[in-house]
């Protein structure tokens, strides 16, 4: 090879690889609002009003599953006119590009205190029902009194039939392209966005 030749692929291999890194990491603006946290809170807060109608009288745990589910649990919780205790777990399914799911791990269920509890179980969004599936399979063998589910978001995909597992208590119902914001991540990043924002089209 001589050196023209090899500089000229020196370059191209930092130009393909640049560009590759730029189509693989997304920003902010590959994505477009789409429920406000004005919205989020109204509904937050009528779901916890028909849940602490459903439990009237007793005591609530709810568990968490980490890490998206950090908001909506700790703003229901807020809102619950029942008493609550908090238990997490953590699942990880989404894998290295982040916006397509891979294997699903979970940790944190030998340290769960829901034997003979009501239980809430929380999740941040309901695609295939796997997530949900396999969590609610795990619980029900440490015996709570009673197991429900919460999303707050819910995706539209299929055939309902077809669903893993429901949710008890859907917060909204969206279509089937990816989301992020108030706890949901891309690469672990937007969490911290207060209200829910999905990917633009052709993106
Ligand atoms: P399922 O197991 O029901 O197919 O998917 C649920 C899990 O996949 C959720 O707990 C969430 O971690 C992840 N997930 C599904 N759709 C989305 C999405 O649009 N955005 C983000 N950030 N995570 C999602
Ligand atoms: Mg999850």
């Not at 294997?103 to 295939?128: A, H, N, P, Q, S």
């Not at 055939?159 to 891309?186: C, E, M, Q, S, W």
Request: proline share 3%.
């Amino acid at each position: 090879m001589n050196r023209r030749v090899f500089l000229a692929s020196l370059f191209l291999l930092h130009t393909t690889s640049y560009c590759m890194e730029g189509k693989s990491d997304l920003t902010l603006a590959d994505f477009t609002p789409l429920i406000s946290k004005e919205e989020i809170q109204s509904a937050i807060i009528r779901t916890a009003d028909d849940i602490s109608q459903d439990y009237k009288g007793k005591s609530l745990t709810l568990v968490m599953i980490m890490k998206g589910a950090i908001h909506v649990t700790s703003d229901l919780m807020r809102h619950l006119k029942v008493p609550s205790t908090l238990e997490y777990v953590q699942t990880s399914s989404y894998g290295q590009n982040g916006t397509e799911p891979g294997k699903l791990t979970l940790f944190g269920l030998e340290r769960l205190d829901i034997k003979g509890k009501d239980v809430l179980l929380i999740d941040d969004i309901l695609d295939t029902g796997e997530t949900l599936s396999q969590v609610t399979h795990e619980l029900f063998k440490q015996n709570p009194a009673s197991l429900k589910t919460l999303v707050l978001l819910k995706k539209s995909k299929g055939d309902p039939l077809n669903l893993k597992r429901y949710a008890d208590y859907p917060i909204f119902t969206i279509g089937n392209a990816f989301v992020i914001g108030y706890g949901l991540d891309y690469k672990e990043q937007f969490r911290e966005l207060p209200d829910i924002w999905v990917k633009k089209l052709n993106n």
